[in-house]
Structure formats: structure tokens, C-alpha cells
């Protein structure tokens, strides 16, 4: 139990396009999903917290206009790069757990590779 | 604020021989402690998780792990490595009241030697 998907896992797009990545929850509700992104031999970083219904949190220094995030239901979180450049290339990790508050463990996708050329 | 330190970067381990990767963190309270793997191009799986009760906690693919309170570590262990075990190894805490956001630490990358 406990699955997250991710899609797509690699994507590589031109400089100054958008790019779409989705995290589903397959078998639970997500009422929170989180969006991290890891360099090559880094840890993870969060980038921002999304509760399905409402705008996402932003950490600090995340640009909110350029890594759009929607929540609209309890299985489905988004993350857009607007207008992407070379820097955005990395590795975008999601996860999700069942409800907010609980004692409960993130889940993780397997995570989307991203190139931009 | 609360912070994760995994003291290897990298351990070298002979497929047999056991393993200890070592997870200390610092906050004022007892957290929500975790242990994660990752293999390559791929994203992170939940070995075990400690939130209370007995400090010694049994996980997945034969891995355990013991808190410490006096020495704020977490360390995971495992008796006898396969090579299947190569991967990169996080620690995080979570703290209940940053609504479940989880702090990792830097990672420490296993090498089996066959």
C-alpha cells in the first residue's frame, strides 16, 4: 500500500518551455503532498508543501511564479517549471502522506528527471 | 531550527560483513526519526520510522535501527549486507508542529565490495 506515481519519470524540453510533472497517490488520499528537488549527490530539498484545496507553501528562496504547484483533489498534485532554463535541470521528488497531522511516514515517488537544453 | 548530520558521506562494506550508518540530529525535543534508501535514478523508500515506544525498530530488508536520546542518534544497522544494499541512505527527522515536513540529512552512499 502507500504508492505514489510520478510522470513522467524523464523529460527533456527546450529552454524557455514549460514542463508538467504529476504525483498521483494510487491507493491512499493525500489531504498533503511535498515537492523536493535533488541535485546530483545531494540530499533533498524542499521546495514546497501542497494540501489538497488550497495554494502550497513555498519554502524560502523557492520561486512560487516559477514552480507552480496545484492541489485539486485528494490523489493529484502538480508541479509546473514555468519558462525553464539550464538551472532547473534536476531531480524532482514527490511524496505524499494520508492526513495532515497524523503520525504518518512520507511517501515518495520515483522521482522525474529534468534536462533542459 | 532542527537539522540532520550523517557523519559518512561514503562506507565501503564487504557483502557479508556489517553495517552501521550513523544519523545524529539536534532539536529540542524527541522527533519523528526516519530512515530512507535510494538507488540510483529513483526516488526514496521507507526502511523504518521510530515515533515512540520501544528504541530499538525493526524495518525492511533485514535492517534495524536504535535511538539514543542522551546522544541524539539514530543509527541504522545491519547485520550481514547483500549487494542489493549499494544505495544511498537518508536520515530525516519530522517535527509534528512544521506540519509533517521532513528535515533529511546529507546522505551516505553504500558500496558493496562482492
Known amino acids: 500500500g502507500a504508492v505514489v506515481s510520478q510522470h513522467p519519470s524523464w523529460v527533456i524540453c527546450k529552454s524557455g518551455t514549460s514542463v508538467k510533472i504529476e504525483c498521483r497517490s494510487l491507493?491512499?488520499?493525500?489531504?498533503?503532498m511535498f515537492w523536493y528537488r535533488q541535485f546530483p549527490k545531494q540530499s533533498l530539498m524542499l521546495m514546497a508543501t501542497s494540501n489538497e484545496g488550497s495554494k502550497a507553501t513555498y519554502e524560502q528562496g523557492v520561486e512560487k511564479d516559477k514552480f507552480l504547484i496545484n492541489h485539486a483533489s485528494l490523489t493529484l498534485s502538480t508541479l509546473t517549471v514555468t519558462s525553464a532554463h539550464p538551472e532547473d535541470s534536476s531531480f524532482y521528488i514527490c511524496?505524499?502522506?494520508?492526513?495532515?497531522?497524523?503520525?504518518?511516514?512520507?511517501?515518495f515517488g520515483d522521482g522525474t528527471r529534468l534536462s533542459i537544453l | 531550527a532542527q537539522s540532520v548530520t550523517q557523519p559518512d558521506i561514503h562506507i565501503t562494506v564487504s557483502e557479508g560483513a556489517s553495517l552501521e550508518l550513523r544519523c545524529n540530529y539536534s532539536?529540542?525535543?524527541?522527533?519523528?526519526l526516519f530512515w530512507y534508501v535510494q538507488s540510483p535514478g529513483q526516488g526514496l523508500q521507507l526502511l523504518l520510522k521510530y515515533f515512540s515506544g520501544d528504541t530499538l525498530v525493526q524495518g525492511i530488508k533485514g535492517f534495524e535501527a536504535e535511538f539514543k536520546r542522551s546522544q541524539s542518534s539514530f543509527n541504522l544497522r545491519k547485520p550481514s549486507v547483500h549487494w542489493s544494499d549499494a544505495a544511498e541512505y537518508f536520515c530525516?527527522?519530522?517535527?509534528?508542529?512544521?506540519?509533517?515536513?521532513?528535515?533529511f540529512g546529507g546522505g551516505t552512499r553504500v558500496l558493496v565490495k562482492p
Open positions: 532539536y529540542g525535543a524527541t522527533p519523528y
Open positions: 530525516a527527522i519530522m517535527i509534528k508542529a512544521a506540519g509533517n515536513k521532513l528535515t
Open positions: 491507493d491512499f488520499q493525500a489531504t498533503t
Open positions: 511524496s505524499a502522506i494520508t492526513r495532515t497531522g497524523g503520525l504518518q511516514p512520507q511517501h
